[in-house]
Each structure stands twice: as structure tokens, then as C-alpha cells.
């Protein structure tokens, strides 16, 4: 079985300080692993992946993500917080082994502070 | 190139009716994939299909619920006799397939209120 944890429910930061949104996965096999952002009323954004290669991962709106295998962490990070970076993000992982199901976690409100 | 539409974008039922949920996915895409999403939760799976085909409905309550992806037209959720637990955000996402790293992209979502 796959599973993906995001520890933090809500992470707070200052505008124009680098942020992390923390995921940690579980799977049998090797990983792909995604983050998504939602805003208010909306359905989810893709931002990036991981398939294989480089551990870093670079996507959309500045952000860019971290493959660590030996923590199986996956974290979200920009350098320089925005306002308008507040929303709502999920880590997805799937098992390179299985089908095509993904699994979600629960999210992490990113507050950024004016 | 448009992407994932869902209809209706809101959605009212009294308890005991029936829900239908709609969603074309992108164009070229034929996996469609259904999530729910109850306020203060994340998502979770219900069903994956391809065109004519239930890959995996897993996810999905064994009664009053159902899902189609006819080989004409959108995917359907259908909810029978809705309760007020049915109330939630239901999204669909949508993939060329093909890939093991396929990107699912999502629709706007259908929020539905069972009064």
C-alpha cells in the first residue's frame, strides 16, 4: 500500500522568506511523486513531479521540490514567499509499480504574511 | 486546448434525490479519474475509468453510487438517493494515459449541498 503524509496542516511565513511545505511518502517500489495547489473555490493545480533522475525538481511559480530516497521526503520550497502563494498544497505520490492511482495527502495551508 | 470541465459547478439536492455529476476531460485524455473532497480533508480517490471501462472503483461506496465513461460523451458520477454525508466537493481529473508518469489534471469541481 502507498501513503503520503503532510505533518503540518497550516504553515505560516514572512513575504520575501523562503518557505518548505514538508511531505514524507510510503510505497513499495519506487515513487513518482507530484504537489498540487489549490485555491479558494477551485480544483487543483499542478505545479511539479518527480519521475527519476535529478532530486531536484524545478515547476511552476517559482517552486521546486526535493527527492530525498533515504528520508522518503519530497519537500516543497521557494526561495522568496509571495502573498499571493497562499493556498492550499498536496503532495501525491503513486508507486511506479502500480496502475495509475494516485494518493493524496491532506494538505498544508501556506499562509504568507504580508 | 481547453481543460477539464466538470458541470454543474454548484449543485442542490434534497435529501432522497439524485445527483449527477458531469466531466469532459481534455482533449485527447481518456483516463478519467473521480475524487471527493469533504471541507477541512484532502482528497480522496473514488474511481478510475477509461473509456468504457472501470479500471478501479476502489474508493466508492458499494451503494447509491455509480460512475460511467461512455465512448460517446463525459464521465458521469452519479449519486442515487443522496444523504446529507453527501455533501462535499467532487472532483474529476483527467490523463492522456499511456504513461506511467501521467500528470492528472483537474476540473473546477461540483460542490454539492444535500438539504
Known amino acids: 500500500a502507498q501513503s503520503v503524509a503532510q505533518p503540518e496542516d497550516q504553515v505560516n511565513v514572512a513575504e520575501g522568506n523562503p518557505l518548505t511545505v514538508k511531505c514524507t511518502y510510503s510505497?513499495?517500489?519506487?515513487?513518482?511523486l507530484f504537489w498540487y495547489v489549490q485555491y479558494p473555490n477551485r480544483g487543483l493545480q499542478f505545479l511539479l513531479k518527480?519521475?527519476?533522475?535529478?532530486?531536484l525538481v524545478k515547476g511552476s511559480y517559482g517552486f521546486e521540490a526535493e527527492f530525498n530516497k533515504s528520508q522518503t521526503s519530497f519537500h516543497l520550497k521557494k526561495p522568496s514567499a509571495l502573498v499571493s502563494d497562499s493556498a492550499l498544497y498536496f503532495c501525491?505520490?503513486?508507486?511506479?509499480?502500480?496502475?495509475?492511482?494516485?494518493?493524496f495527502g491532506t494538505g498544508t495551508k501556506l499562509q504568507v504574511i504580508p | 486546448n481547453a481543460g477539464v470541465m466538470q458541470n454543474p459547478r454548484h449543485l442542490v439536492r434534497r435529501r432522497g434525490q439524485e445527483a449527477r455529476l458531469r466531466c469532459s476531460p481534455m482533449?485527447?485524455?481518456?483516463?478519467v479519474y473521480w475524487y471527493r473532497q469533504l471541507p477541512e480533508e484532502g482528497l480522496k480517490f473514488m474511481v478510475y475509468?477509461?473509456?468504457?471501462?472501470?479500471?478501479?472503483e476502489s474508493g466508492m461506496p458499494k451503494e447509491r453510487f455509480s460512475a460511467e465513461f461512455p465512448k460517446e460523451g463525459p464521465s458521469i458520477l452519479r449519486i442515487q438517493q443522496v444523504v446529507r454525508g453527501d455533501s462535499a466537493a467532487y472532483f474529476c481529473?483527467?490523463?492522456?494515459?499511456?504513461?506511467?508518469?501521467?500528470?492528472?489534471?483537474f476540473g473546477p469541481g461540483t460542490r454539492l449541498t444535500v438539504l
Open positions: 475509468l477509461q473509456k468504457e471501462n472501470i479500471i478501479d
Open positions: 501525491a505520490v503513486r508507486d511506479k509499480g502500480g496502475y495509475q492511482k494516485v494518493t
Open positions: 482533449k485527447g485524455h481518456s483516463h
Open positions: 510505497v513499495s517500489g519506487n515513487p513518482y
Open positions: 518527480y519521475i527519476t533522475g535529478d532530486n
Open positions: 481529473a483527467s490523463s492522456p494515459g499511456g504513461g506511467d508518469a501521467d500528470t492528472q489534471y
